[in-house]
């Protein structure tokens, strides 16, 4: 017979139930996680996770409006934003931007005169985290920061690119050539991408000259940001086109963008550590 300890124990265990929709939800996320760019289509994610499509599309419309996941540039395609990142232990990833990076590269600009920005891969894109063009006198742009930068026509883009593992370059360039634009149609040309690569590992940095038609009077410069051993992402220096000579780029600039990038990727370990100690083993 049972006791009455037993019954309030089930009875405490009922107001508790499992909340099946909430384990789907976070199912989701995972599966996007894995995803190649962390971008995947409603229907591969219901094929990864065992659920059906409609379910996983009402799950990603609600982590849409909480802010997690962004619709792609293709129907049905969703991939996670850096909002996700809030979900590990410290925030430490928003952290480390706002205190490491945004406070060393308000110091740089004296030096570096010309604005610059930070960025990190995001759905296939490189996404600027944080910038100086409000702060710098020669900012020809505003409002930089969660702005787009294709990987193939960007200095940062490019930087990336040539800083990435053979493995990684493949799952971006995979979920790039579905794409139908000027994206997909490079992506698909491996032989132009490897070229891209091998031209910007020669030079030692990232150049983009306008290349990019959304900016084509605008030049940029840029490195790779590399914590330890992890690249995170990659900085750049923006300039109107002709207005810096490639010497002088080379002689002042790009010594002085080094450097920054150095200090930024060294100064952000101790968040980097704490993260992977956060992580399950």
Known sequence: MPTRNSI??????????????????????????????????????AQACGIHRTTVKRLLETLRADGFVRRGEKEGQYYLTFAVHSL??????????????????????????????????????????????????????RGMIGEKLPLFFTAMGRAYLAACTDQERDGLLTLLSQRDDVVGEMAREPARVDALIAQTRARGYAVNDGDWNR?????????????????????????????????????????????????IGKDMQPWLQADDEAAPP
């Open 8 to 45: 309030s124990a089930s009875l405490a265990d009922a107001d508790y139930k499992e909340v099946r929709s909430l384990s789907r939800g976070l199912a989701v996320l995972q599966a996007l996680n894995r995803a190649p760019g962390g971008i995947a289509s409603t229907s591969a994610l």
């Open 88 to 141: 590990s232990e410290g925030f430490v990833h928003d952290d480390w931007v706002e205190k490491v990076a945004l406070p060393l590269m308000r110091a740089a600009l004296p030096d570096l005169l010309w604005p610059c920005d930070l960025g990190a891969l995001e759905g296939g894109f490189m996404v600027v985290r944080e910038s100086t063009h409000r702060f710098s006198l020669l900012s020809q742009h």
């Open 215 to 263: 900016e084509a009077t605008t030049a940029a410069i840029a490195v790779p940001v590399v914590c330890g051993t992890k690249l995170v992402g990659g900085i750049n220096l923006i300039f109107p086109r002709a207005a810096v000579s490639a010497t002088e780029l080379e002689d002042r600039y790009l010594p002085r963008l080094k450097r920054l990038a150095y200090r």
